[in-house]
Structures are given as C-alpha cells and as structure tokens.
C-alpha cells in the first residue's frame, strides 16, 4: 500500500510540475511579468486620470493602464454588425486607454493603436486576428463596424492574439475601444507596470 501510495504521488508531483513549466513558459501573447492589478471602485472613472498621473510620476513605475477588464477576468460583449459582412456577430469588448498595449506587452500585427493625438479614436476599434479571420475581413483597416446600439467605430489596428482567457481555451474573437469613448463599461482595473 505504501509503495503504491508513493508510486501515485510521485507521479502527482511530476504531472503537476509539467503544468506549472507549461504555464511559466507558454507564450500568451502578453508580458505577465511585473504587472500590479488594483481593482477600482465604481466612482474610479471620475478621478482616473488624476491617480494614473501620480502613479506615473514615480520612478519605478514604467507604464499605467486604465480598462474595464484584463485578460483573466471578465468580459462584456456586444453585437456588432461590419462594413461587407451581411451577417452579424458578437465580440467580446474591453475598453482600454492608449497605455494598455504598452503596459500588457500586447503586439500589434497590421495598423496602429490608440493615441490621445487623435481624436477620432473615440470611435476606434482595434481586433485581434482570430475576429479578423473568422468575420473573414479582407484588408480590415479602416473597415466601418457599429453596435447594435448605433455607435459606429472604424477599425485602426489588429493585435496578434492573445490568451485573454484560460490557456486551454481556444482564442475568441475580441475588440479594444479607447476608453473615453461612452460604450462599455466604466474603468474597474489600474494596471502598473513596475521596473523589475
């Protein structure tokens, strides 16, 4: 009984270590490294900018992000409609501010992302390639997309994807907008980026 018992810990013990090698060493799509998460208050959108000034004044701080959600956590999701696609769909949505793809390390494959110099991208949208391939957009930049709401964006960037749910998961369509712009959700995530 012993030997058995210790047979099956030891190969507990060497299952489990393959799973936190592959967990450490998979690529995600996005730096995990070094990142400090806050959860804010619903009152955080008034005064978000004030806190991502002072955090960003320290010396040990590299980069600070302001957005409805983080890969891990939840999502909303809309009902979209696009420019040559006669069919409509939905997409999971976070709102980010221009910091965001500084900050989570996200690549970017084709265009631009968010700049506060211009002011059009209130109504951006940046989708990474799995939205890109399974709405079967040829050329997606500048390609006029709008929410069963109304709202109207025009697509700037696509981001190479990134794991923003479980590892084992199979990567779903996604799409950034810029956080100032009036649509999701107000900002419930500060994500610091601190200098090893």
Known sequence: ?????????ISGTLVVNRQLLFIRNSDIGFN???????????SFSEVSSAFKEEFSSHAGIESVSISSSLPGFGFNNLGFG????????????????PDYQQTLGLKLAEG???????????????LNETAVRILGMN??????MN?????????????????????????RPIGLVYQNGVLVQPAEYLTIRFKP
């Open 32 to 42: 995990r490294n070094n990142l400090l998460v806050v959860r804010t208050p619903t």
């Open 82 to 97: 696009a420019e040559g696609i006669d069919r409509s769909f939905t997409l999971n949505v976070i709102s980010c501010d």
């Open 139 to 144: 050329e997606p930049l500048g390609r006029k």
């Open 1 to 9: 009984i012993q030997f058995s018992a210790s047979i099956f810990l």
């Open 147 to 171: 929410t069963y709401g109304g709202r109207n964006f025009r697509v700037i960037g696509i981001l190479h994807d990134f794991n923003y749910e479980s590892v084992r998961s199979e990567i």
């Open 112 to 126: 631009r992302f968010f700049s506060a110099e211009y002011p059009t991208d209130s109504s951006g949208i940046i």
